[in-house]
């Protein structure tokens, strides 16, 4: 089956009746465009569980606090609509802005959710999840999907989209999907195309270093130098740490002594780049 693409909500919505009235399920992978191997993956996961996946590609002015990274952003619609024919997808949604902001970006209904989206990236890009909770509850009332995937590279979005779905209520299932990474490590992004070659080899580190923290506190080190010293090490290297922070992984507040399931999240600028990364681990418990 080909790839479908459209731009309209109407177009969008008379696809699903059709699907729903035919009794098939509805996977959604929503999406800012450039895609990747970690979009596909998303793809992947959504045609074994769905019998329609539907994509969509909008960049979202909303949860940019700068205007020159929206201006920037890549945008390759063929390419992009090439892979997801590639890999099964059945429809594209590509809005325009007008199409999803109608009565503009100014007047808009907002969504936030709070607490989980301050600090770590939301504290970096102020207003900037506020835009992605507004835009991914506006697709998924359009779409009115089964399910809905995601990627785990995303800690903090993936965390806000899952209790934004549970304090409104919204008929879906958020799937989480582990990180795509390449042969060296490095999370894939669509960030990375601004890497250089020498930048592109230098970025594995990261992940590296979010190992070798994981591996430091589970030996028993304590958290504030093991972080301390991970961040001096990038910095040395030719990052420049924006955040570098150990939470509870459920719901992303300071871990403390007594927490065991962790996750460690990052956010670095090499170049251009601002890369995001994240490693969720366990601490043993102790036994009498």
């Given at each position: 089956m080909s790839l479908l693409t459209v731009s309209t909500v109407a177009a969008l919505r008379d696809f699903v009746h059709q699907a729903k009235f035919k009794g098939l399920s509805v996977g959604f992978v929503p999406t800012m465009g450039n895609l990747h191997a970690g979009h596909m993956s998303l793809v992947k996961h959504a045609n074994k569980q769905c019998d329609v996946v539907i994509a969509s590609i909008f960049v979202n002015p909303l949860q940019f606090n700068n205007q020159s990274d929206l201006t920037n952003y890549p945008r390759t619609l063929a390419q992009d609509q090439a892979l997801l024919e590639d890999h099964g997808c059945n429809l594209l949604f590509a809005p325009t802005v007008d199409e999803m902001y109608p009565n503009g970006q100014e007047s808009q209904s907002m969504v936030s959710v709070p607490d989980i989206s301050m600090g770590?990236?939301?504290?970096?890009?102020?207003?900037?999840?506020?835009?992605?909770?507004?835009?991914?509850?506006?697709?998924?009332?359009?779409?009115?999907?089964?399910?809905?995937?995601?990627?785990?590279?995303?800690?903090?979005?993936?965390?806000?989209?899952?209790?934004?779905?549970?304090?409104?209520?919204?008929?879906?299932?958020?799937?989480?999907?582990?990180?795509?990474?390449?042969?060296?490590?490095?999370?894939?992004?669509?960030?990375?195309?601004?890497?250089?070659?020498?930048?592109?080899?230098?970025?594995?580190?990261?992940?590296?270093?979010?190992?070798?923290?994981?591996?430091?506190?589970?030996q028993g080190n304590d958290f504030a130098s093991t972080l301390e010293q991970t961040q001096q090490r990038l910095n040395q290297k030719g990052f420049k740490v924006d955040y570098l922070a150990l939470c509870r992984e459920y719901d992303l507040k300071p871990a403390t002594a007594d927490d065991k399931q962790l996750v460690v999240l990052i956010a670095a600028f090499l170049g251009s780049a601002r890369l995001i990364d994240n490693l969720p681990f366990s601490l043993n418990q102790t036994s009498d």
């Open positions: 770590l990236c939301g504290g970096s890009r102020p207003g900037h999840f506020d835009g992605v909770a507004t835009v991914v509850s506006k697709l998924f009332n359009m779409v009115q999907a089964d399910k809905a995937f995601f990627g785990e590279k995303d800690f903090q979005q993936l965390a806000v989209i899952r209790k934004m779905v549970a304090d409104l209520c919204i008929a879906i299932d958020i799937v989480g999907v582990t990180t795509e990474r390449n042969d060296q490590g490095l999370a894939l992004s669509s960030r990375n195309g601004y890497l250089s070659a020498n930048e592109l080899a230098l970025a594995p580190a990261i992940y590296s270093a979010l190992q070798d923290a994981a591996s430091a506190i589970q």
